[in-house]
Nanobody, 121 residues
Framework: QVQLVESGGGLVQAGGSLRLSCAAS????????MGWYRQAPGKQRELVAT???????NYADFVKGRFTISRDNAKNTVSLAMNSLKPEDTAVYYC???????????????WGQGTQVTVSS
């Protein structure tokens, strides 16, 4: 089994900062891309940021310059530093990992359970 567990969500005032972390554990041979997605009430889940195993990053336009994604390949963790938070950033944030469980196996997408981020105005 593979598990992704997020932590670090919470309530913050507009303009504040939060840091999300996600740790992958279990039967893991290799993790390709990791990323963060979010889903606000009544809206579809959307990409926030991704990072490859080599460290290449991709950000949604609405977080560029405010959020920073990073990962520790040795620890199978990915983090999201969120600064200058806005009320519209309020959502459940999900960690995602593109994971290979054994040599020669296919890549599968795994999700964490989500962590709530609430930004008050």
């Amino acid at each position: 089994q593979v598990q992704l567990v997020e932590s670090g969500g919470g309530l913050v005032q507009a303009g504040g900062s939060l840091r999300l972390s996600c740790a992958a554990s279990g039967s893991i041979f290799r993790i390709n891309a990791m990323g963060w997605y979010r889903q606000a009430p009544g809206k579809q889940r959307e990409l926030v940021a991704t990072i490859t195993s080599g460290g290449s990053t991709n950000y949604a336009d609405f977080v560029k310059g405010r959020f920073t994604i990073s990962r520790d390949n040795a620890k199978n963790t990915v983090s999201l530093a969120m600064n200058s938070l806005k009320p519209e950033d309020t959502a459940v944030y999900y960690c995602n990992g593109q994971i290979v469980r054994a040599f020669g196996s296919s890549v599968f997408s795994y999700w964490g359970q989500g962590t709530q981020v609430t930004v008050s105005s």
